[in-house]
Protein backbone atom coordinates (compact mmCIF):
# COMPACT_ATOMS: atom_id res chain seq x y z
CA UNK A 1 0.00 0.00 0.00
CA UNK A 2 1.07 3.61 -1.03
CA UNK A 3 1.65 6.13 2.15
CA UNK A 4 2.65 9.13 -0.72
CA UNK A 5 1.22 9.91 -3.92
CA UNK A 6 3.07 9.12 -6.96
CA UNK A 7 3.79 12.82 -7.73
CA UNK A 8 5.48 12.79 -4.71
CA UNK A 9 7.18 9.59 -4.86
CA UNK A 10 6.36 6.44 -3.45
CA UNK A 11 6.81 5.02 0.03
CA UNK A 12 5.57 1.71 0.74
CA UNK A 13 4.32 0.08 4.26
CA UNK A 14 7.30 -1.99 4.20
CA UNK A 15 10.16 0.66 4.41
CA UNK A 16 8.11 2.88 6.80
CA UNK A 17 7.85 -0.20 9.39
CA UNK A 18 11.51 -0.81 8.56
CA UNK A 19 12.15 3.43 9.69
CA UNK A 20 9.26 2.75 12.51
CA UNK A 21 11.42 -0.69 14.04
CA UNK A 22 14.78 1.56 13.40
CA UNK A 23 13.52 4.20 15.77
CA UNK A 24 12.03 1.80 18.52
CA UNK A 25 15.43 0.43 18.69
CA UNK A 26 17.42 3.43 19.11
CA UNK A 27 14.71 4.39 21.99
CA UNK A 28 14.75 1.02 23.52
CA UNK A 29 18.88 1.70 23.77
CA UNK A 30 18.58 5.26 25.40
CA UNK A 31 19.41 5.65 28.98
CA UNK A 32 17.82 8.04 31.12
CA UNK A 33 20.98 10.21 30.82
CA UNK A 34 20.85 10.62 27.17
CA UNK A 35 17.19 11.33 27.07
CA UNK A 36 17.83 14.38 29.60
CA UNK A 37 20.16 15.41 26.75
CA UNK A 38 17.80 16.52 23.89
CA UNK A 39 15.28 18.63 26.06
CA UNK A 40 18.52 20.51 27.65
CA UNK A 41 19.45 21.12 24.61
CA UNK A 42 16.20 22.81 23.27
CA UNK A 43 15.59 24.54 26.52
CA UNK A 44 19.22 26.21 25.94
CA UNK A 45 18.26 27.00 22.67
CA UNK A 46 14.39 28.33 23.06
CA UNK A 47 16.04 30.39 26.02
CA UNK A 48 18.59 32.05 23.67
CA UNK A 49 15.57 33.00 21.54
CA UNK A 50 13.43 33.96 24.83
CA UNK A 51 10.57 31.52 24.40
CA UNK A 52 10.71 30.82 28.26
CA UNK A 53 7.84 28.69 28.92
CA UNK A 54 9.15 26.20 26.41
CA UNK A 55 12.74 26.51 28.24
CA UNK A 56 11.17 26.41 31.22
CA UNK A 57 9.35 22.93 30.32
CA UNK A 58 12.77 21.46 29.15
CA UNK A 59 14.53 22.53 31.89
CA UNK A 60 12.07 21.16 34.25
CA UNK A 61 11.78 17.85 32.28
CA UNK A 62 15.69 17.66 32.74
CA UNK A 63 15.81 18.05 36.48
CA UNK A 64 12.92 15.29 36.91
CA UNK A 65 15.11 12.70 34.85
CA UNK A 66 18.32 13.35 36.77
CA UNK A 67 16.23 13.46 39.75
CA UNK A 68 14.94 10.05 38.93
CA UNK A 69 18.24 8.94 38.17
CA UNK A 70 19.52 9.95 41.54
CA UNK A 71 17.04 7.69 43.15
CA UNK A 72 18.67 4.68 41.48
CA UNK A 73 22.69 6.37 41.79
CA UNK A 74 23.33 9.20 43.96
CA UNK A 75 27.05 9.14 43.96
CA UNK A 76 26.89 9.12 40.05
CA UNK A 77 23.80 11.80 39.70
CA UNK A 78 23.12 14.06 42.83
CA UNK A 79 25.79 16.68 41.69
CA UNK A 80 23.94 16.82 38.31
CA UNK A 81 20.69 17.19 40.25
CA UNK A 82 22.21 19.98 41.84
CA UNK A 83 23.57 21.78 38.51
CA UNK A 84 20.45 21.63 37.23
CA UNK A 85 18.44 22.71 40.32
CA UNK A 86 21.44 25.85 40.08
CA UNK A 87 20.60 26.08 36.54
CA UNK A 88 16.54 26.78 37.34
CA UNK A 89 17.12 29.12 40.00
CA UNK A 90 19.50 31.05 37.63
CA UNK A 91 16.37 31.03 35.48
CA UNK A 92 13.95 32.15 37.60
CA UNK A 93 16.42 34.67 38.32
CA UNK A 94 16.90 36.12 35.06
CA UNK A 95 14.75 34.64 32.66
CA UNK A 96 11.18 34.54 34.11
CA UNK A 97 12.09 36.26 37.41
CA UNK A 98 10.44 34.92 40.22
CA UNK A 99 11.87 35.06 43.70
CA UNK A 100 9.76 31.68 45.22
CA UNK A 101 10.95 29.23 42.36
CA UNK A 102 14.44 30.64 42.15
CA UNK A 103 14.82 30.18 46.26
CA UNK A 104 13.64 26.74 45.84
CA UNK A 105 15.61 25.25 43.80
CA UNK A 106 18.10 27.14 45.01
CA UNK A 107 17.77 24.83 47.91
CA UNK A 108 17.47 21.72 45.83
CA UNK A 109 20.86 22.75 44.86
CA UNK A 110 22.62 23.52 47.78
CA UNK A 111 21.27 20.41 49.15
CA UNK A 112 21.90 18.07 46.36
CA UNK A 113 25.56 19.67 46.66
CA UNK A 114 26.26 19.27 50.35
CA UNK A 115 27.11 15.56 50.60
CA UNK A 116 30.20 16.49 47.25
CA UNK A 117 31.67 19.81 48.74
CA UNK A 118 34.66 18.13 50.18
CA UNK A 119 35.59 15.95 47.45
CA UNK A 120 34.37 17.63 44.02
CA UNK A 121 36.28 20.95 43.27
CA UNK A 122 33.18 21.41 40.93
CA UNK A 123 30.48 21.48 43.29
CA UNK A 124 32.32 23.84 45.22
CA UNK A 125 32.33 26.58 42.16
CA UNK A 126 28.41 25.50 42.32
CA UNK A 127 27.85 25.96 45.18
CA UNK A 128 28.94 29.31 45.77
CA UNK A 129 27.08 30.47 42.10
CA UNK A 130 23.94 28.79 44.25
CA UNK A 131 24.69 31.48 47.48
CA UNK A 132 25.78 34.22 44.91
CA UNK A 133 21.87 33.78 43.72
CA UNK A 134 20.53 33.33 47.12
CA UNK A 135 22.20 37.01 47.81
CA UNK A 136 21.25 38.64 44.58
CA UNK A 137 17.52 37.56 46.18
CA UNK A 138 18.67 40.01 49.48
CA UNK A 139 19.13 36.96 51.34
CA UNK A 140 22.28 36.33 53.79
CA UNK A 141 23.71 33.08 51.74
CA UNK A 142 25.11 31.81 55.29
CA UNK A 143 22.04 31.54 57.00
CA UNK A 144 20.76 30.36 54.15
CA UNK A 145 23.25 27.32 54.02
CA UNK A 146 23.06 26.62 57.81
CA UNK A 147 18.86 26.47 57.15
CA UNK A 148 19.77 23.86 54.40
CA UNK A 149 22.23 21.54 56.67
CA UNK A 150 19.80 21.46 59.49
CA UNK A 151 17.12 20.64 56.99
CA UNK A 152 19.07 18.11 55.83
CA UNK A 153 20.38 16.63 59.49
CA UNK A 154 16.18 16.81 60.52
CA UNK A 155 15.38 14.91 57.41
CA UNK A 156 13.74 17.51 56.10
CA UNK A 157 13.39 17.97 51.95
Known amino acids: SNFVGEEHGVIDATFIGDIVLGLQIVYHHLTLPDMATTPKHFGDFTFLKNEFPKAEAAYTEVLNIYQALAEI ?34 KEALKASLPFLEILPSVQQHSS ?29
Open 73 to 106: NQQTYLPTVAITAMNLSLFYLQGIPNKTLSLDYA
Open 129 to 157: IILKIVQRWGLDPEAFKKECIEEMRDGGE
